[in-house]
């Protein structure tokens, strides 16, 4: 099921498996399939760019937050997101991927970054709702992770997912406060469910049927368990909180089976291709405002090497 590298033998594949099934973390300085590596750095990197290009839906809504304690709250999420982008860039890094490669592969468009932070923040509510559903799916996801067998990858979940909760819990917080609110407020919140449930379901990634990487990720003890899996879950716990908050979910073949799973009906996956190939949504502007970001902070990279040469300078000294 796992590729092999030329130089690598079946003996060291069997140890390393071994390890795996015994479920024991694998650490920066162990010997790891080249193929394990590479799957690693293409998931953690993917993860890290999401994070950070997750700040700019929410960030355009920090100077029209409506009230200073909805402003506080959502300069402390964004800036959460920040730090998971630092956390992740660093396990990446952990495994050979330098930041200068990682950063140029986002820019030219050559890695991706979740599908959901192409789409557009219309309202107030779209801030509610990515907390909601958006962070929702996302921990269902990492809560995943955080059991993976490599040992950076698994620790920055732990914090990741405990920052996530309290981004979770503020989204539902607001968005029940507007679906009992005014009129104005409940039509705010559906609009915003409208526009988000359908985007959250395929953020969790293609069915398992078409995901080509989940075998080798499941192999390795990384993904422990599949897109669906992870995608029922996620509807399992939100369908029935968000219509208790009074809200309708734009699935009409949603419905529970027998074994209480909520299920939903067919997704557009053309849109996913679409939105994750950037022929749809805003991934020209996302990219375009990384990219000014990354030009904005070329003073501080060239402050940051001319200290550490003249520390290593004064150490030589
Ligand atoms: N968007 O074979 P699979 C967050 C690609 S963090 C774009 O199933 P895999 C926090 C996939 O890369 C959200 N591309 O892939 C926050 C692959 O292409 P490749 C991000 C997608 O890796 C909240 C191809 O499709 N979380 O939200 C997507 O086994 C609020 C085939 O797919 C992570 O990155 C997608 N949605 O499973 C921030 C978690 N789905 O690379 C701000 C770590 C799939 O072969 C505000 N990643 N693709 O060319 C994972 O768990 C996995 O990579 C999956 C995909 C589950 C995303």
């Not at 795996?20 to 920066?28: D, F, M």
């Not at 100077?63 to 999420?77: D, H, S, Y």
Request: aromatic content about 8%.
């Amino acid at each position: 099921m796992t590729q092999m590298h030329p130089t690598e033998t079946a003996e060291q594949h069997a140890a390393f498996n071994a390890r795996i099934a015994r479920g024991e973390k694998i650490e920066p300085g162990d010997w790891m399939p080249a193929e394990y590596r590479r799957q690693l750095i293409r998931m953690i990197s993917q993860h890290a760019h999401s994070e950070v290009v997750g700040m700019l839906p929410e960030g355009e809504w920090i100077t029209r937050a409506p009230t200073l304690k909805r402003k506080t709250i959502l300069i402390a999420k964004v800036q959460d997101e920040a730090g998971h982008g630092q956390y992740l860039y660093h396990a990446a890094e952990t495994l050979g991927a330098t930041r200068g490669e990682m950063l140029d592969a986002l820019l030219s468009g050559k890695a991706k970054y979740s599908s959901i932070f192409n789409y557009p923040t219309h309202t107030w509510a779209d801030v509610g709702m990515i907390g909601w559903l958006v962070d929702g799916a996302a921990i269902k996801n990492q809560t995943m992770l955080a059991g993976c067998s490599y040992g950076p990858y698994s620790r920055a979940m732990v914090r990741i997912c405990s920052e996530e909760t309290f981004h979770h819990k503020q989204g539902k917080e607001m968005i029940v406060q507007y679906a009992q609110g005014t009129p104005e407020q409940r039509q705010m919140a559906q609009d915003a469910l409208n526009r988000w449930w359908w985007p959250a379901l395929m953020m969790l990634g293609p069915h398992d049927a078409d995901s080509p990487n989940t075998g080798a990720l499941a192999g390795w003890g990384i993904k422990l368990k599949t897109n669906d899996e992870v995608r029922q879950e996620f509807i399992n716990e939100h369908a029935p909180e968000l219509l208790e908050a009074g809200l309708t979910i734009p699935d009409p073949d949603l419905h529970q089976d027998e074994s209480g799973n909520w299920i939903h009906g067919p997704i557009n996956w053309d849109e996913f291709w679409a939105v994750v190939k950037g022929q749809q949504g805003l991934n020209k502007e996302r990219l375009g405002a990384r990219q000014q970001a990354h030009d904005d902070g070329a003073w501080v990279r060239e402050a940051m090497q001319a200290y550490a040469a003249r520390q290593m300078g004064q150490a030589a000294d």
